[in-house]
C-alpha cells in the first residue's frame, strides 16, 4: 500500500524556521516526482514546489521561492522541505503528494502536517 | 499565477447530475490537456478523481467525468449520491514547472 506521512508541523514564529519531512512506503520512492502543496485553514490548495527523482531539479512557486528548500534522502525514502523566514501567511495544512515521471497529476497524498506561524 | 475559478457552492439531489466549472487562461487550462480533478472531504487529504481532462484512475467511479472547452474544464458528477459531498478542487499544469489549483467548490447534497 502506497503510504505517504508527513511529520514536523507545528507552532513557529514570524522569521522563524521549521523542516516539514514525508516518509514515503509502499512504492520505489526514487522513481517519482514529489511535490507539496499546502492549504492555509478554510482555503483552498496551493502547490508549493517539486523535485525530481534524483533530487537533482527543483522548482517553487513564486510565493516560497528563496525561503523554502525541497530536498530528499531516497535512501531513507523522505521528503523533506525547509521552512525560513516564514510568515503568518505560510500557515496551512502541508501535503506531500507524489507524480509519475511524465505525469502531472498528484496520484497519491499524505494526511497533512500542519504549521502554525504566529506570535 | 492566478488561482483557477471555480463556483464556491453547487447543489443537487441523490440521483441528479450536476457540473462544476473550471475556468483558466491560456496561460494554463487552454494550453495544456493536463487538468486534474480532487475530491477533498472535511479534515481528509485530496483524492484525485480525474486525470489529463477526462481520465479516471483505478477504482473511481464511472459517475464522475470529465471535460474541457477553451479555457474552461468541467467536472460532471452523475447520480449523485451522499458521499459526493465534499470539496472539489481543478488544477491545471501552467508551464514553467509550475501547478495551478482552482478555488474549489462545495458539493451539497440535498
Known amino acids: 500500500e502506497v503510504q505517504l506521512v508527513e511529520s514536523g508541523g507545528g507552532l513557529v514564529q514570524p522569521g522563524g524556521s521549521l523542516r516539514l519531512s514525508c516518509a514515503a512506503s509502499?512504492?520505489?520512492?526514487?522513481?517519482?516526482?514529489v511535490h507539496w502543496v499546502r492549504q492555509a485553514p478554510g482555503k483552498g490548495l496551493v502547490w508549493v514546489s517539486r523535485?525530481?527523482?534524483?533530487?537533482?531539479?527543483?522548482n517553487y512557486a513564486d510565493s516560497v521561492k528563496g525561503r523554502f528548500t525541497i530536498s530528499r534522502d531516497n535512501a531513507k525514502n523522505t521528503l523533506y522541505l525547509q521552512l525560513t523566514t516564514v510568515r503568518v501567511d505560510d500557515t496551512a495544512v502541508y501535503y506531500c503528494?507524489?507524480?509519475?515521471?511524465?505525469?502531472?497529476?498528484?496520484?497519491?497524498w499524505g494526511q497533512g502536517t500542519l504549521v502554525t506561524v504566529s506570535s | 499565477q492566478s488561482a483557477l475559478t471555480q463556483p464556491a457552492s453547487v447543489s443537487g439531489s441523490p440521483g441528479q447530475s450536476l457540473a462544476i466549472s473550471c475556468t483558466g487562461s491560456?496561460?494554463?487550462?487552454?494550453?495544456?490537456?493536463?487538468v486534474t480533478w480532487y475530491q477533498q472531504h472535511p479534515g481528509k487529504a485530496p483524492k484525485l478523481i480525474i486525470y489529463?481532462?477526462?481520465k479516471r484512475p483505478s477504482g473511481v467511479s464511472d459517475r464522475f467525468s470529465g471535460s474541457k472547452s477553451g479555457n474552461t474544464a468541467s467536472l460532471t458528477i452523475s447520480g449523485l449520491q451522499a458521499e459526493d459531498e465534499a470539496d472539489y478542487y481543478c488544477?491545471?499544469?501552467?508551464?514553467?514547472?509550475?501547478?495551478?489549483f482552482g478555488t474549489g467548490t462545495k458539493v451539497t447534497v440535498l
Open positions: 503528494a507524489r507524480v509519475s515521471v511524465g505525469a502531472y497529476h498528484f496520484d497519491s
Open positions: 509502499g512504492f520505489t520512492f526514487s522513481s517519482y516526482w
Open positions: 523535485i525530481n527523482p534524483d533530487g537533482s531539479t527543483t
Open positions: 491560456l496561460s494554463d487550462v487552454g494550453s495544456y490537456n493536463l
Open positions: 489529463e481532462v477526462t
Open positions: 488544477c491545471s499544469y501552467a508551464g514553467i514547472s509550475n501547478y495551478v
